[in-house]
């Protein structure tokens, strides 16, 4: 038997898909872009079904990646090696658009500001508290989760945001928090929450630049809203 009829049959489709990315990689549909992070944790296996059906369940490239592990194992076939490279894409992403807005000059790095928050949180199963700090030239001086929370509520308290302020030097804040069910309309405790955040913080010299709140493709400013 010739060397070329003992290759698998994937082997072929995992070349010419490599080929296709390298040459245009944003013309490869979700599946086959999760086929190509696949490849490194499963070496010896068609890859193509189990991209398909995780596509299907989450709902997206980005959704499968963002998944938590235990929901990843719910889909037959993902294993430890799965969720690694899973975790790898995912913390690339995030540190290549951090890079875009830390220690930078926030107001000018607006959109790219957005495209960090939404990409740290757009898909995270619970909300999630973080705060921005600024220095006095608007300058990204740290980034920091404050709190973690349920699907629908985080505590927030609003001495040890300040707190925290004054231990970095900031001068001011961005406040950011996500919606999990996807809709970024700030609710009736996320307006009272930034109010006593603003409140603490004025009299102590440090400005609240506003409060974003993070869904799925969408966000809300409370600052373009009118409520800072």
Known sequence: MAADEEKPHYTGHRERLRARFLKAPETLPDYELLELVLFRAV???????LAK????????????????PARLREVKGVSDAIITEFR??????LRLAQAKVMKKEVIGSWNALIDYCAASMAHNPVEQFRILFLDRKNVLIADEVQQKGTVDHTPVYPREVVKRAL???ASALI???NHPSGDPTP????????RQIVDTAKPLGI?????????????ASFRSLGLI
């Open 207 to 219: 400005e609240v630049h506003d409060h974003l709140v993070v869904g799925k493709g969408r966000h």
């Open 175 to 177: 406040l950011v928090h």
């Open 167 to 169: 231990e970095l030097n």
């Open 88 to 93: 790898i894409a995912r913390e690339t992403g």
């Open 43 to 49: 070496p010896r296996r068609d890859v193509k079904p």
């Open 53 to 68: 059906e995780l596509i299907a369940k989450f709902g997206g490239f980005a959704e499968a990646i963002n998944a938590e």
């Open 187 to 194: 609710s009736s405790a996320d307006v009272e929450m930034t």
